[in-house]
């Protein structure tokens, strides 16, 4: 897993498709359910970013059926918001919205950070022009974020979006300053 981690980051897509697939065969091999169900998830993002969605979405809906069996909710949460970005990327926005919700309470549940998942679901509310909501959702999100912290800069992005939808101008120049400040960029 280590290596496909490391291919993934190089880019070599099919290398680590390939690595996260003998992952998988090991682990049913072994019945190490829950390695196979990560490496599942992982492997519908290098699907993803193949431009195999119906394959990655394949993938984590296997790997989340795995992980709501053996009750890994830590790991499930992961998989939700990873289902959720796909299903949102596919304009299934209905899909998108109640994986999101699920991801939510299981990270309140858990005590975990929120800021990527209302981040995604501040998405939802954009692509489905809620811009009131999308505003009030990734404020939500930019307070639970790290101050200066890269949670923030991801959900800064957001945010400016939402703005120039929405016609805020000055709330978008103010956006855009901040995640410059963020990045370093001038």
């Not at 053996?70 to 109640?98: H, I, N, P, Y």
Request: aromatic content about 2%.
């Amino acid at each position: 897993a280590a290596i496909a981690s490391t291919l993934v980051e190089r880019g070599e897509l099919e290398g680590a498709r390939k690595a996260y697939l003998e992952v998988i065969e090991v682990g049913r091999r072994l019945g190490n359910e829950r390695d196979v169900a990560i490496a599942l998830q992982n492997l519908a993002w290098v699907d993803r970013d193949s431009g195999e969605v119906i394959a990655a979405r394949r993938h984590v809906a296997e790997a989340m059926g795995m992980q709501e069996r053996r009750g890994e909710e830590l790991d499930l949460v992961f998989s939700l918001d990873c289902a959720g970005v796909m299903a949102l990327e596919q304009d299934d926005t209905d899909a998108a919205e109640k994986l999101f919700q699920r991801a939510l309470v299981l990270r309140e549940k858990l005590k975990m950070k929120k800021v990527a998942t209302l981040q995604n679901l501040a998405e939802v509310r954009l692509v489905e022009r809620r811009l009131d909501e999308a505003k009030e959702v990734i404020g939500r999100s930019l307070a639970a974020a790290t101050a200066g912290g890269l949670d923030e800069g991801f959900a800064r992005e957001v945010e400016l979006r939402i703005l120039i939808e929405a016609r805020d101008l000055p709330g978008a120049a103010r956006a855009l300053a901040r995640s410059r400040e963020l990045s370093g960029e001038r």
